[in-house]
Structure formats: C-alpha cells, structure tokens
C-alpha cells in the first residue's frame, strides 16, 4: 500500500512501560507507507524493546530520560523528523487503521486532528472512567469556551511547526489534557475525530483512575490561570 497523495512525512510515537503483550497488537497494524515510528520506552521491565523489534525492525526505541507519559511524549516529539506527529497508544486500545482519518483533516487546513471516544455516543467502558472523562471535558469546556467531547484520546495528529505554541519543553507539560487546552489559548485550529477505543487488550494501567483522575484536573485547573 503505498502513501496517500498529498501526504508529507508522518512520524508516529507510541509510548510504552512493560507492554509485551500488547504491541503485537497495534505495531503490525500501522500503515507500511508510515515513514517513522518511534517507540519511547519508560524504563520497561519486560520485553517490550525486543518484542518491538521483533515485530518492526525498522523502528526507532528511544529510552525516555525521566519518568511519566507526558516525559515521554515530549521527548519522542522531540525526537521526530516528521512534518506531521501522530500519538497512538501502546495498550492496543486505538486502531492504527484511523491514522488516515486523523491525517485528512491536517492536509486540510486544520493544526491538530483530536481524538474522541464519544463523538458518536458513549464507547464501551468501565462507569467511573465515563463519568469522569465527561466532567473532565465539561470543566475544560467552561474554563475555556471549548466543545471538546473527551479530554483524554490517545490517538492524535498535528502538524510539527506547531510546536513552539505547544511550549513542549515546559516542566509542566504533561499529556493529552495540557495539549488540548493549550491548543485553545494558543488559537489553533482543532478538528476533533472520532476514534474507536477497543479497551486495553493485556494487563493493566500504569497509572490508577483515581491518581490520573487527580492529575488531569489539576492540569486544567493550573492551565487557565497559567500565563
């Protein structure tokens, strides 16, 4: 299959921490006409390095140099030669084939194509996770004259030149909430899209609801009254 007219360079970061089991489920399945894929590990005690290899040799394992998602994030869109950065989960939730989908709109005019799991109604998950991404989103949504449906997809694109209106090497860029509302202040052009969410295939997450919950609200809280 080769690229799509039209499209630029696209490289595709995927951050992981002890995620064996679930790679053969998302890195076979990335489009081949991708033209980077970087794989930022978290320190994994398992095989996922070798097992990333194993599945696609021509990716990029890069050791992120401190802790948490955001780190990683920051340091794998650092790290890209890409024109354009697509995030994509490492837990098989978020389907590689919707890459397409989220690099239209961006070929199209817009900045940064958004994910959301509940664009076209509610996906299937746990109450407490539902609850809490819809609050998450109605707060951001209040704070920031928003319409964003979901504060916390995994799968996104956006045009690397934005970068600098992102402030990716501020300490307290984290993850996908402080992208998003920053995406507001700063004035670009969002276009959200929905996108399947298939629930972790394997394990566990790394990060509590309750401790994730925690952080995501005091990410937007300090984002709005931050300069």
């Known amino acids: 299959m080769s690229k799509p007219a039209g499209y630029p360079r696209i490289s595709v970061i995927i951050c992981t921490l002890n995620e064996e089991m679930n790679l053969p489920h998302v890195l076979p399945k ?101 609850v809490g991404n819809k609050m998450f989103a109605s707060l951001a949504n209040l704070l920031f004259c928003t319409r964003y449906t979901d504060m916390c997809a995994g799968l996104n694109a956006f045009w690397r030149r934005i970068l600098p209106h992102l402030d990716p090497s501020c300490s307290s860029f984290m993850d996908e909430p402080t992208l998003f509302v920053r995406l507001k202040k700063r004035g670009l052009k969002v276009k959200e899209v929905h996108q399947l969410d298939r629930g972790r295939i394997c394990g566990r997450p790394n990060e509590r609801s309750f401790s994730q919950g925690w952080r995501i609200l005091r990410t937007i809280v300090s984002e709005r009254f931050s300069g």
Request: glycine share 8%; net charge negative.
């Open 30 to 130: 990335i489009p081949p006409w991708v033209d980077e894929v970087i794989l930022v590990d978290g320190h994994s005690t398992d095989n996922t390095i070798s097992r990333a290899r194993e599945l696609l040799p021509a990716i990029r394992v890069l050791s992120q140099p401190d802790k948490g998602k955001g780190n990683a994030m920051r340091y794998g869109i650092q790290q890209a030669t890409g024109e354009i950065v697509v995030m994509l989960d490492a837990d098989g939730s978020t389907d590689p084939a919707d890459i397409p989908r989220f690099v239209d709109p961006l070929i199209e005019g817009y900045d940064f194509a958004k994910g959301s799991r509940f664009l076209e109604g509610r996906p299937v998950m746990p109450r407490l996770r539902y």
